[in-house]
């Protein structure tokens, strides 16, 4: 097991040089110099801020040594300071938000599996039933749906319409006064929403692989055998295949994880909430770079985190990965 | 494959056959655009400025009293042209990637595919969104942008199907009758792996017109005053309170059109292999 973690360790390696590889590519897309190119016509960026820019990049030198000057000060965590008038360290603007955006992305992901694991089981089990119908269609509407439009659907109905929960910020104006359990009730209420539409947006894909995966499984022979040694079906569905069919799930969920992040910026755009998601929409809409390249780099890094927590987890469960 | 074989499969899948419709359907609106739309998309008319759906404007009006449904007809052109230039993009470079990759394997293999599963680490939002902060926003660069950002599922499927055509005896027999490597790929082992390319190409334009709509809503992509799917429900979202319409009607259009692609490119698959089918 530790030689499995040490090597599955040493690979984040190459492509962390990648990921910084890519951005700093993204970056440098612009035909000349991007500080010049971006900012001569764009009033929103003052002289003062492109000579600092010039300054940060070096961007008098070749791009080659541009980039392990970069490297250099990113292996330190160094991302520069923000171009916004607060002048910050990119690093901490965007490390004060991460917490946010990642409970925001546990609560979805904890929903997504307590609703998407019962529902792919028993549309595997029932294959071809009603209920095997109706969560296909649901499924298609799922991969359809605009994530913003359910958003706002959602908006409409229970902010709106119903009037029964918040719909922006975290939390309301009077929660410094608010006694401990008013606090959490007004936190719940407020991510009631933004939550529920990221879960809603993963389900779909969830729930057709585990019904995939599922479905897999029941074939197996050893299900027949445990069936034909006269087991209750319970115990067959819930100990022998069900155990088994939740292996891939694992990697199932680390593989969603960008899509969670990437996601975060409609969801925290669209409910008003300080995460790293809306920090990053911020970024774009003002052109801050530093800002914008810390959290093309963070992004990535929080995907390759979620990869390796996936295939640990899938070691740790599955005896074949770690010995073979 | 036959072709007759995969027309009476598809012809009998009424999902799949109700997508083929819907997605003419939506050629034909954009199409015919100028015809269908009750009103120019672009006039504005002060007085009636955020009217809800009535006679005389069936979806509704917008902050500016422009009429939703004409806005959202001249949209589908948007969104279709941003879908089909995009995969357009997509496909191209990763067929050309999963060509090298799958046919000239070794090093060549390895930076090919080292290089999808980098790519394949960012959150593709975050990806575009940068881009974009550099580029600037326009209904061109998004349709690049997203084009760059979408090619490494064709990739690794193109290289999967060279993979398991390379040793196959056609192959073999005319790469030892002396065909070169531009005949081999372009004539024998590319005609053989296009199928699936198909496939997820289709199911690719129902993701880039999600992609383009969330770029505009974001006010990252098609600008103002273009209509947009997109953008239509940004406008939508600060009225939510008042006017549900600006939001509801362009959403539907997207959905529905995303479902149609969707069960088109379903449709095919299962036509091409219906052993797909469970």
Redesign the interface.
């Known amino acids: 097991m530790w030689f499995y973690l040490l090597k599955r360790l040493l690979l984040m390696f190459?492509?962390l040089l990648?990921?910084t590889?890519?951005?700093f590519t993204?970056?440098h897309?612009?035909p000349g110099t991007?500080v010049e190119l971006?900012t001569t016509m764009d009033p929103k960026v003052s002289l003062e801020a492109q000579k600092r820019l010039k300054e940060l990049y070096g961007l008098d030198k070749p791009l080659h040594v541009q980039y392990w000057d970069w490297l250099k000060r990113v292996a330190f965590l160094d991302f520069g300071r923000s171009f916004s008038p607060d002048r910050r360290p990119v690093w901490d603007k965007i490390m004060e938000r991460i917490p946010v955006t990642l409970s925001l992305n546990l609560l979805s992901m904890l929903i997504i599996l307590s609703v998407a694991v019962p529902i792919g089981v028993i549309a595997a089990y029932k294959?071809h039933s009603w209920f095997d119908k109706a969560t296909t269609l649901l499924v298609?509407?799922g991969?359809?749906?605009?994530?913003?439009?359910l958003a706002?659907?959602l908006?409409?109905f229970f902010g709106?319409y119903l009037d029964w929960l918040p719909i922006s910020g975290l939390r309301s104006l009077q929660f410094p006064q608010f006694t401990f359990w008013q606090k959490v009730q007004d936190l719940l209420a407020h991510v009631t929403l933004p939550v529920l539409g990221a879960a809603f947006m993963g389900l779909a894909g969830m729930s057709r692989y585990m019904r995939?995966s599922m479905?897999e499984v029941i074939r197996q022979d050893y299900i027949t055998t445990a069936r034909a040694k006269g087991l209750p079906e319970r115990t067959v569905i819930f100990k022998h295949a069900l155990r088994n069919a939740l292996l891939p799930v694992v990697t199932m969920l680390g593989l969603s994880v960008?899509?969670l992040?990437?996601?975060s910026?409609?969801f925290e755009?669209?409910f008003a909430i300080p995460g790293m998601g809306q920090l990053?929409?911020l970024?774009?809409?003002a052109?801050d770079?530093p800002l914008?390249?810390g959290?093309?780099v963070i992004?990535?890094l929080l995907?390759?985190i979620g990869?390796l927590l996936a295939d640990v987890g899938y070691a740790l469960v599955d005896p074949r990965i770690r010995t073979g | 494959m036959q072709k007759r074989e995969f027309w009476s499969r598809f012809r009998n899948n009424r999902l799949a056959m109700s997508g083929l419709v819907m997605v003419a359907g939506m050629f034909v609106v954009a199409l015919a655009a100028p015809w269908l739309a009750p009103y120019d998309p672009g006039y504005i008319n002060l007085k009636e400025m955020l009217m809800p759906p009535s006679q005389a404007h069936p979806l509704g009006t917008d902050t500016l009293g422009r009429d939703v449904l004409s806005r959202i007809i001249y949209g589908a052109r948007v969104s279709l042209m941003v879908g089909f230039v995009a995969v357009g993009i997509a496909t191209l470079i990763g067929v050309l990637v999963g060509c090298l990759a799958g046919y000239y394997g070794g090093w060549i293999d390895q930076v090919c595919m080292r290089l999808v599963d980098v790519m394949l680490c960012f959150p593709t939002l975050f990806l575009i969104l940068a881009v974009i902060a550099v580029l600037g926003p326009s209904i061109w660069n998004i349709m690049v942008v997203i084009g760059l950002t979408g090619w490494m599922g064709v990739a690794r499927l193109v290289r999967a199907e060279f993979l398991s055509l390379r040793e196959r005896e056609f192959v073999v027999a005319a790469r030892s009758l002396g065909a070169s490597d531009a005949r081999l790929i372009l004539r024998h082992l590319l005609p053989n792996a296009l199928t699936p390319v198909m496939v997820s190409a289709t199911l690719g334009v129902a993701g880039a017109i999600l992609v383009e709509s969330a770029l505009s809503f974001l006010g990252l992509g098609v600008q103002p005053p273009t209509p947009s799917w997109g953008n239509i429900i940004t406008m939508g979202q600060d009225n939510i309170e008042i006017a549900w319409w600006l939001s509801f009607f362009p959403g539907l259009a997207i959905l529905v059109t995303v479902m149609s692609y969707n069960l088109l490119g379903e449709g095919i698959r299962e036509a091409i292999d219906p052993r797909l089918k469970e």
């Open positions: 190459p492509m990648g990921i590889l890519i951005s993204v970056i897309l612009a991007p971006q294959a298609f509407f991969f359809a749906m605009p994530s913003f439009w706002l659907l908006i409409l709106v995939g479905l960008p899509g992040i990437g996601g910026v409609i755009r669209i990053f929409w970024a774009v809409m052109r770079y914008v390249m959290e093309l992004g990535a995907t390759l990869n």
